[in-house]
């Protein structure tokens, strides 16, 4: 099984409508990162969380919520998707006294029409 | 605007060539990492520098750190099919206590057998 898992790995939904991608992961790191890519544009990121009660803000948080329910647990959220949100989003994780070195999910396709 | 530039976008060449990409960026770091992501895959570390190192190695992976010029490479020797990915830099920026890494726009390497 795979270290960290994001589903759904690919939805496509309609403006308007909430969506929201899950992230989970077993290597036991505190800090877990959302960003989104976009071709040309390289990878940004929405939100970070250090443990479940610091969640910061990214670069690109408007337009996303995130929730941190549990250490292993991290999901991203659109309220409202609107079609310039389409983007493929990557969950990751670091260790809090680790190398630095970020673990990615396989990734989840988002488009809104 | 994003921390991290690569150069060229774009690199073609034969198996068996080299084949170097570079990283600018603007503030202070702690360490820059590359990875590597496959077409529509999540990203996977290749290697760390950090900030007081000049030169690593990793197989056939040699990166150097020039943080007079704010600049970095990623040489990779012998270059195999299989090395055909898209390469990105990250930095650990010294405003988030180097706790948030920001990517870079990446480079794509198509390697032709």
């Known amino acids: 099984d795979a270290d960290v898992t994001q589903t759904p790995r690919n939805r496509i939904t309609k403006t308007g409508k909430r969506i929201m991608l899950e992230c989970s992961q077993t290597?036991?790191?505190?800090?877990m990162y959302w960003y989104r890519q976009d071709p040309g544009l390289g990878l940004r990121l929405i939100y970070y969380s250090f443990d479940v009660k610091d969640i910061n803000k990214g670069e690109i948080s408007d337009g996303y919520s995130v929730s941190r329910q549990a250490q292993a647990k991290f999901s991203l959220s659109l309220e409202s998707a609107i079609p310039n949100q389409t983007a493929l989003y990557f969950c990751a994780t670091r260790a809090g006294r680790g190398t630095g070195e970020l673990f990615f999910g396989e990734g989840s396709r988002l488009t809104v029409l | 605007s994003q921390q991290g530039e690569e150069d060229p976008q774009a690199l073609s060449i034969q198996e068996g060539e080299n084949a170097t990409m570079n990283c600018s960026y603007k503030?202070?770091?702690?360490?820059l990492q590359w990875y590597r992501q496959n077409s529509g895959r999540g990203l996977v570390h290749l290697i760390l520098i950090r900030s007081n190192e000049r030169e690593k190695h990793s197989g056939r992976l040699r990166v150097t750190l020039d943080t007079s010029k704010k600049s970095s490479s990623l040489l990779i020797t012998a270059s195999r099919a299989a090395d055909t990915a898209s390469y990105f830099c990250?930095?650990?920026?010294?405003?988030?206590?180097?706790?948030?890494?920001?990517f870079g726009t990446g480079t794509r390497l198509l390697v032709s057998p």
């Open positions: 990250a930095t650990a920026l010294q405003n988030t206590g180097f706790q948030k890494l920001v």
């Open positions: 503030t202070s770091i702690n360490n």
């Open positions: 290597k036991g790191h505190d800090r």
